[in-house]
């Protein structure tokens, strides 16, 4: 296996800081893409970049034996019944053999004729039965059965695939070729269809036979036998075969092997390979590889590998041909794609290498079991818990007019209006904002009560000072102040009157009614209160700017200098939404010292207007409020409650549970609601990167692997988010989910940069019942990395923007953008063709979008070229390494003229995702929709985003690049679509996580209803 060579890497990291000296900011991003490419262009010999043709291996002495047992596992092996194999396990090399071909079980000859083109090949049409008997020849030789046919069907395929490759190989370097059984013939014949000798059976092959053919394929097919003769159901599915009959069946085909083994000469090379599945589902199959004593050991004991699956234990059926042809000292041809097995060195035994490579079948089955539904899942449960949450959401809030009963027990006095929890109205948590702000520290509920029952706050929550010889009544006249007139201290601050408006909302102000000596036909906004001139002038003096944006400003709070209680504006002496002063806050507006539902004059509170100081519906009655005081001991239903402020003392709720009229917020469910989804939604986010890490835990050995998996992605997910909650960066809006997407970030870069062993047989990874990628970078895989690398890099550089560093913000981003695609590029590493050509255009999008440029078409299309030189740097480079990847083998593609059918097969691969145009064109709409609603989500009334984009200046570039990086990766792979819900997957649950942090900062809003026709209560 290839080894890291981190001081090659860091050598590669210098030189891409060549040439960054004294340049100007302005050429930052330029500098980072020169920096890929020095990455790419420095040619040095890590982990296979080694520049050189491929020299030819050494001539072995002895000969090489390929012997095919179709549907042979790990789990027929034991030490009793198979006591060839299991010699053969404990002295060679062992390993699980991926056999996917063309279609997902593979038949025997399948099998063979991949064997025999070396690249993935079929048997078209046909039943999936053993193969048919070839047909003699003179000489001892013999003819594949249709061998016409099949080459022809093979090379029209998107694998291009020539089957005879094998055999012609051997005919040009001078090795005959026996085979023995019909499955052999398919396997070694050449272009023509024919080979040297043929042998029906193992036993009839004379040692002089197996000394002149250097180059034999045996067929054991007892094993698959026996399936074939239980048959198939009506539904043309398998019919069980018992245990009992299987074992049998093995016993016999190790015999068969042992006979193989005692007849091939001294120093023989035998290959031992489980060549095909038997029906659907699929399995890993065995493969071992041993020399006959008497030679060179070319298979110490040990696990196999190759630089095709860069997986102890794992290697391919197409790697079977490239070893073969290593073994006798025979030139790879082109065609062959796949690598030489290897031994990696164990002290393991036969029983714990078959322990182990058991497991790893088990693992590929309950990946198998769970992969295709892991994203409905997930995506479904999430959108299900969050549409529960909105509809709470939405039930905090009671319609304007409807009447509902208290749960609080405070009666009338204290700082304002409890809920059924004890909590004040509209509580949100102590680390609701870094910076505090007058409608956060309005909501603390946490002061003592008084012997009557009265909250006594310590922060007061409306301050105002009455001015004794300018009160203002209805006449607009002005009286002394009231005797005994209570004085509440509250932030340092002497004030008369203290308490919290009610939100209220069916109450407006009278046809007429004088407000600081003017009259206005005006509804009152909801939480109205009043305070004095003085409490304005605080106000303008005590705005304050937390960490995540401002809290209350003056300029805003100003330009609006109306009658109507708008949020953001301050009018003779009111405080509105948003305005924080001498620690009170309200929502609505604050006149001339008095809260009320509805309108105050003259230090009343009353449904509708206020007369000489009584509270009442209609007329004065007990309860009334006169000269700042509460008689009679109750207030009626229907009067104010729960903010309205009376000479210092606003009511907490009716004792007892008296009924309440208004629209009232429980603020305290709705901070649940929002902590619960927002913990949900962390979760979420975690998950994709939590499939990962569930592989560092032995699910598969558990006696339910499936259900154990699911739990282990669940608790990974929770731990995940329980870190991103529990450091100081919990309390900002960003910082929990740049924790995940960090956490994404580093876990997948670090496995691509040791051997992709999380990735393997894993939800979002890959598996080898697939055989798609055995390293680096899946199109999953990519999509995950990608889309966190975006949002890492973006909300890393929030805080350099805030504070006007915007050049040290592009830094930080082309640095992430360096850095990212080098680790998805290299052969070494992620290997990902389409990953490059994705990821360095959207990180220069990304660094223009941050500082305020517009992306043009023109930088869009330098952007490409440089992706695209990037990328084929990488192909050359890879190409004349001893063992190229895919991305070698495409520049010698491009360079003899098939590059056409290798894009053509890719984008082909990706339409087929895209195939029922109605959704297509669905997408396609919603896609282009949604670049709207990112560029302005407050035109498309998306408020989870205004919420968002409120506190993070940079949401919206991170939002655009992200869903850019998704669309660009499906257009360049072949997973077509899947890469795009990938990006959704982690991209949408960490926005919303940030939205919903913004609507705990922000108070709970209320409804304004339509005015409705109130009439004025009679003057007494």
Same mark, same amino acid.
């Not at 895989?781 to 975006?790: C, D, G, I, Q, R």
């Not at 894009?903 to 396609?924: D, E, I, Y």
């Not at 609603?933 to 968002?948: I, M, N, S, T």
């Given at each position: 296996?290839?080894?890291?060579?981190?001081?090659?890497?860091?050598?590669? /990291?210098?030189?891409?800081?060549?040439?960054?000296?004294?340049?100007?900011?302005?050429?930052?991003?330029?500098?980072?893409?020169?920096?890929?490419?020095?990455?790419?262009?420095?040619?040095?010999?890590?982990?296979?970049?080694?520049?050189?043709?491929?020299a030819?291996?050494? %001539?072995?002495?002895?000969?090489?034996?390929?012997?095919?047992?179709?549907?042979?596992? /790990?789990?027929?092996?034991?030490?009793?019944?198979? &006591?060839?194999?299991? *010699?053969?396990?404990?002295?060679?090399?062992?390993?699980?053999m991926?056999?996917?071909?063309?279609?997902?079980?593979?038949?025997?000859?399948?099998? /063979?004729?991949?064997?025999?083109?070396?690249?993935?090949?079929?048997?078209?049409?046909?039943?999936?039965?053993? &193969?048919?008997?070839?047909?003699?020849?003179?000489?001892?030789?013999?003819?594949?059965?249709?061998?016409?046919?099949?080459?022809?069907?093979?090379?029209?395929?998107?694998?291009?695939?020539?089957?005879?490759?094998?055999?012609?190989?051997?005919?040009?370097g001078g090795?005959?070729?026996?085979?023995?059984?019909?499955?052999?013939?398919?396997?070694?014949?050449?272009?023509?269809?024919r080979?040297?000798?043929?042998?029906?059976?193992?036993?009839?092959?004379?040692?002089?036979?197996?000394?002149?053919?250097?180059?034999?394929?045996?067929?054991?097919d007892?094993?698959?036998?026996?399936?074939?003769a239980?048959?198939?159901?009506?539904?043309?599915?398998?019919?069980?075969?018992?245990?009992?009959?299987?074992?049998?069946?093995?016993?016999?085909?190790?015999?068969r092997?042992?006979?193989?083994?005692?007849?091939?000469?001294?120093?023989?090379?035998?290959?031992?390979?489980?060549?095909?599945?038997?029906?659907?589902?699929?399995?890993?199959?065995?493969?071992?590889?041993?020399?006959?004593?008497?030679?060179?050991?070319?298979?110490?004991?040990?696990?196999?590998?190759?630089?095709?699956?860069?997986?102890?234990?794992?290697?391919?059926?197409?790697?079977?041909?490239?070893?073969?042809?290593?073994?006798?000292?025979?030139?790879?041809?082109?065609?062959? =794609?796949?690598?030489?097995?290897e031994?990696?060195?164990?002290?393991?035994?036969?029983?714990?290498?078959?322990?182990?490579?058991?497991?790893?079948?088990?693992?590929?089955?309950?990946?198998?079991?769970?992969?295709?539904?892991?994203?409905?899942?997930?995506?479904?449960?999430?959108?299900?818990?969050?549409?529960?949450?909105?509809?709470?959401?939405?039930?905090?809030?009671?319609?304007?007019?409807?009447?509902?009963?208290?749960?609080?027990?405070?009666?009338?006095?204290?700082?304002?209006?409890?809920?059924?929890?004890?909590?004040?109205?509209?509580a949100?948590? &102590?680390?609701?904002? &870094?910076?505090?702000?007058?409608?956060?520290?309005?909501?603390?509920?946490a002061?003592?009560?008084? #012997?009557?029952?009265?909250?006594?706050?310590?922060?007061?929550?409306?301050?105002?000072?009455?001015?004794?010889?300018? #009160?203002?009544?209805?006449?607009?006249?002005?009286?002394?102040?009231?005797?005994?007139?209570?004085?509440?201290?509250?932030?340092?601050?002497?004030?008369?009157?203290?308490?919290?408006?009610?939100?209220?909302t069916d109450?407006?102000?009278?046809?007429?009614?004088?407000?600081?000596?003017?009259?206005?036909?005006?509804?009152?906004?909801?939480?109205?209160?009043?305070?004095?001139?003085?409490?304005?002038?605080?106000?303008?003096?005590?705005?304050?700017?937390?960490?995540?944006?401002?809290?209350?400003?003056?300029?805003?709070?100003?330009?609006?200098?109306?009658?109507?209680? *708008?949020?953001?504006?301050?009018?003779?002496?009111?405080?509105?939404?948003g305005?924080?002063?001498?620690g009170?806050?309200?929502?609505?507006?604050?006149?001339?010292?008095?809260?009320?539902?509805?309108?105050?004059h003259?230090?009343?509170?009353?449904?509708?207007?206020?007369?000489?100081?009584?509270?009442?519906?209609?007329?004065?009655?007990?309860?009334?409020?006169r000269?700042?005081?509460?008689?009679?001991?109750?207030?009626?239903s229907?009067?104010?409650?729960g903010?309205?402020v009376?000479g210092?003392?606003g009511?907490?709720?009716?004792?007892?549970?008296?009924?309440?009229?208004g629209?009232?917020?429980?603020?305290?469910?709705r901070?649940?609601?929002?902590?619960?989804?927002?913990?949900?939604?962390?979760?979420?986010?975690?998950?994709?990167?939590?499939?990962?890490?569930?592989?560092?835990?032995p699910?598969?050995?558990?006696a339910?692997?499936?259900?154990?998996?699911?739990?282990?992605?669940?608790?990974?997910?929770?731990?995940?988010?329980?870190?991103a909650?529990?450091?100081?960066?919990?309390r900002?809006?960003?910082?929990?989910?740049?924790?995940?997407?960090?956490?994404?970030?580093?876990?997948?870069?670090?496995?691509?940069?040791?051997?992709?062993?999380?990735?393997?047989?894993?939800?979002?990874?890959?598996?080898a019942?697939?055989?798609?990628?055995?390293?680096?970078?899946?199109?999953?895989?990519?999509?995950?990395?990608?889309?966190?690398?975006?949002?890492?890099?973006?909300w890393?550089a929030?805080?350099?923007?805030?504070?006007?560093?915007?050049?040290?913000?592009?830094?930080?981003?082309?640095?992430?953008?360096? !850095?990212?695609?080098? !680790?998805?590029?290299?052969?070494? /590493?992620?290997?990902?063709?389409?990953?490059?050509?994705?990821?360095?255009?959207?990180?220069?999008?990304?660094a223009?979008?941050?500082?305020g440029?517009? !992306?043009?078409?023109?930088?869009?299309?330098l952007?490409?070229?440089?992706a695209?030189?990037v990328?084929?740097?990488?192909?050359?480079?890879?190409?004349?390494?001893?063992?190229?990847?895919h991305?070698?083998?495409?520049?010698?593609?491009? !360079?003899?003229?098939?590059?056409?059918?290798?894009?053509? *097969?890719?984008?082909?691969?990706?339409?087929?995702?895209?195939?029922?145009?109605?959704?297509?064109?669905?997408?396609?709409?919603?896609? %282009?929709?949604?670049?709207f609603?990112?560029?302005?989500?407050?035109?498309?009334?998306?408020?989870?985003? =205004?919420?968002?984009y409120?506190?993070?200046?940079?949401? *919206?570039?991170?939002?655009?690049?992200?869903?850019?990086?998704?669309?660009?990766? #499906?257009?360049?792979n072949?997973?077509?679509?899947?890469?795009?819900?990938?990006?959704?997957?982690?991209?949408?649950?960490?926005?919303?996580?940030?939205?919903?942090?913004?609507?705990?900062?922000?108070?709970?809003?209320?409804?304004?209803?339509?005015?409705?026709?109130?009439?004025?209560?009679p003057?007494?």
């Open positions: 296996m290839a080894l890291i060579d981190f001081g090659g890497a860091t050598n590669l /990291w210098r030189m891409g800081q060549r040439g960054a000296g004294d340049v100007g900011r302005a050429s930052v991003v330029v500098r980072g893409l020169i920096a890929v490419v020095a990455l790419v262009g420095s040619g040095l010999a890590v982990g296979g970049w080694g520049v050189g043709a491929a030819a291996a050494p %001539v072995r002495a002895g000969g090489t034996v390929i012997v095919g047992v179709p549907g042979l596992m /790990w789990s027929d092996v034991t030490s009793e019944a198979t &006591p060839a194999l299991w *010699r053969l396990a404990g002295t060679g090399a062992a390993g699980g991926s056999v996917r071909t063309t279609r997902p079980g593979t038949c025997p000859t399948d099998g /063979w004729l991949t064997v025999s083109a070396g690249q993935r090949s079929r048997l078209e049409p046909g039943d999936c039965l053993l &193969p048919s008997a070839p047909q003699a020849v003179p000489g001892g030789g013999a003819v594949a059965a249709g061998w016409g046919a099949i080459k022809g069907d093979n090379a029209g395929t998107i694998y291009r695939s020539r089957v005879g490759l094998l055999g012609d190989a051997a005919r040009a090795v005959r070729t026996l085979a023995v059984g019909a499955g052999a013939v398919y396997g070694l014949a050449d272009s023509a269809g080979v040297d000798r043929y042998v029906e059976t193992p036993d009839r092959v004379t040692p002089d036979e197996w000394a002149r053919h250097r180059l034999a394929a045996v067929e054991i007892d094993l698959f036998r026996a399936y074939q239980a048959g198939v159901d009506s539904e043309g599915e398998q019919v069980p075969v018992e245990s009992d009959v299987r074992a049998e069946a093995v016993r016999a085909a190790d015999r092997l042992a006979t193989v083994l005692a007849a091939v000469p001294p120093g023989t090379n035998v290959l031992v390979a489980g060549v095909s599945d038997i029906g659907v589902p699929p399995h890993l199959r065995l493969a071992l590889a041993a020399t006959t004593s008497g030679g060179p050991q070319a298979f110490p004991s040990g696990y196999l590998t190759s630089s095709a699956t860069r997986q102890n234990g794992m290697v391919t059926l197409t790697d079977l041909t490239t070893t073969a042809l290593d073994l006798l000292g025979l030139a790879r041809p082109a065609g062959a =794609v796949g690598s030489v097995w031994s990696e060195p164990t002290r393991d035994g036969a029983a714990a290498k078959a322990a182990a490579l058991t497991d790893q079948d088990v693992a590929a089955q309950g990946i198998r079991g769970v992969q295709g539904s892991f994203f409905r899942v997930l995506a479904g449960t999430q959108i299900v818990f969050f549409g529960v949450a909105w509809l709470l959401l939405r039930r905090t809030r009671h319609p304007a007019g409807r009447t509902r009963r208290d749960t609080s027990s405070s009666p009338l006095g204290g700082a304002g209006g409890g809920d059924e929890d004890g909590d004040a109205a509209g949100v948590p &102590p680390d609701a904002s &870094p910076g505090p702000d007058a409608a956060t520290e309005a909501r603390h509920p002061e003592p009560r008084d #012997t009557h029952g009265a909250t006594s706050s310590t922060r007061a929550v409306v301050t105002s000072r009455l001015d004794p010889e300018n #009160t203002p009544t209805r006449d607009g006249e002005t009286t002394p102040p009231h005797e005994g007139a209570p004085s509440v201290r509250g932030e340092g601050r002497t004030s008369d009157v203290e308490g919290t408006a009610e939100p209220r109450a407006p102000v009278n046809d007429g009614a004088e407000r600081d000596g003017a009259t206005h036909d005006t509804p009152a906004r909801e939480g109205t209160a009043s305070v004095s001139e003085d409490a304005a002038t605080l106000a303008r003096e005590d705005v304050t700017t937390g960490d995540e944006g401002t809290a209350a400003q003056q300029s805003a709070a100003e330009r609006r200098p109306d009658a109507r209680g *708008r949020e953001g504006s301050v009018k003779d002496g009111a405080v509105h939404e305005a924080a002063h001498s009170a806050a309200h929502e609505g507006s604050a006149h001339s010292g008095a809260a009320h539902e509805g309108s105050a003259s230090g009343a509170a009353h449904e509708g207007s206020a007369h000489s100081g009584a509270a009442h519906e209609g007329s004065a009655h007990e309860g009334s409020v000269n700042g005081a509460v008689h009679g001991g109750a207030v009626p229907g009067s104010a409650r903010g309205s009376f210092g003392a009511s907490g709720g009716m004792p007892g549970g008296a009924p309440v009229r629209g009232v917020v429980r603020p305290v469910l901070r649940r609601v929002l902590g619960v989804a927002r913990v949900v939604a962390l979760m979420g986010g975690a998950a994709p990167v939590a499939s990962f890490l569930a592989g560092l835990v699910w598969w050995q558990a339910r692997p499936t259900p154990v998996l699911v739990a282990t992605v669940l608790a990974f997910s929770a731990a995940l988010a329980g870190v909650l529990a450091g100081p960066w919990r900002t809006v960003l910082g929990p989910g740049l924790v995940i997407a960090a956490v994404t970030v580093v876990v997948l870069a670090l496995d691509v940069m040791t051997g992709s062993g999380l990735q393997m047989n894993s939800l979002m990874g890959y598996t019942l697939v055989a798609g990628r055995f390293y680096g970078f899946g199109n999953q895989a990519f999509s995950l990395f990608a889309v966190a690398a975006v949002l890492t890099a973006a890393l929030e805080r350099p923007l805030r504070a006007g560093r915007r050049w040290t913000a592009v830094s930080i981003i082309a640095g992430v953008g360096v !850095v990212t695609t080098a !680790v998805d590029g290299l052969p070494m /590493w992620g290997s990902d063709f389409g990953g490059v050509l994705a990821m360095v255009p959207v990180f220069a999008m990304l223009l979008m941050v500082t440029r517009r !992306v043009s078409v023109p930088w869009l299309g952007f490409g070229a440089v695209v030189a990328v084929l740097a990488i192909s050359w480079l890879n190409s004349r390494s001893a063992n190229p990847t991305l070698g083998r495409f520049w010698d593609d491009l !360079v003899s003229g098939n590059a056409g059918e290798v894009v053509a *097969r890719k984008f082909g691969a990706m339409t087929r995702s895209l195939s029922f145009w109605p959704v297509t064109v669905l997408l396609l709409v919603g896609l %282009v929709f949604l670049y609603v990112l560029a302005d989500p407050a035109r498309w009334k998306a408020r989870v985003l =205004v919420r968002a409120e506190h993070n200046i940079t949401m *919206r570039p991170a939002l655009t690049a992200a869903l850019t990086v998704g669309i660009i990766g #499906t257009l360049v072949d997973s077509g679509v899947i890469i795009l819900s990938v990006a959704f997957i982690l991209a949408a649950p960490l926005t919303l996580a940030a939205a919903l942090r913004s609507m705990e900062l922000a108070p709970p809003q209320t409804p304004t209803p339509e005015p409705t026709r109130h009439h004025p209560a003057t007494p």
